[in-house]
């Protein structure tokens, strides 16, 4: 039962290795993906939040600029109804 237990431990623990793998691999510019040092998992998970929140901040910020652009075509009597339907989900 012992046996059992220890390899059902160390799978999750290697799965959640290759998870954590796989974040760092995504995560541009990360000091864990630029070499092969084990980087602690909390400073992983602190580097993918903020690489959510600054690309959340850029599509905030892409956002409010395609906002002026299309008030700025509307002002001056472009029909931006077809755009506006391209970027609906």
Same mark, same amino acid.
């Given at each position: 039962?012992?046996?059992? =237990?220890?390899?059902?431990? =160390?799978?999750?623990?290697?799965?959640?290795? *290759? +998870?954590?793998? $796989?974040?760092?691999? #995504?995560? @541009?510019?990360?000091?864990? /993906? &630029?070499? !092969?040092? $084990?980087? @602690?998992?909390? !400073?992983? +998970?602190?580097?993918? &939040? *903020?690489?959510? !929140?600054? #690309?959340?901040? $850029?599509?905030? *910020?892409?956002?409010?600029?395609?906002?002026? #652009?299309?008030?700025?075509?509307? *002002?001056?009597?472009?029909?931006? /109804?077809?755009? $506006?339907?391209?970027?609906? @989900?």
């Amino acid at each position: 039962m012992s046996s059992r =237990r220890t390899r059902t431990h =160390r799978t999750r623990e290697q799965d959640i290795e *290759n +998870l954590v793998s $796989k974040l760092q691999a #995504l995560l @541009p510019s990360s000091s864990s /993906s &630029c070499n !092969k040092t $084990k980087v @602690p998992l909390s !400073k992983t +998970l602190e580097e993918a &939040c *903020n690489y959510i !929140k600054s #690309l959340r901040t $850029k599509g905030d *910020n892409l956002g409010e600029r395609l906002s002026q #652009l299309l008030e700025s075509l509307e *002002n001056n009597g472009v029909d931006v /109804s077809n755009i $506006k339907d391209l970027l609906q @989900p």
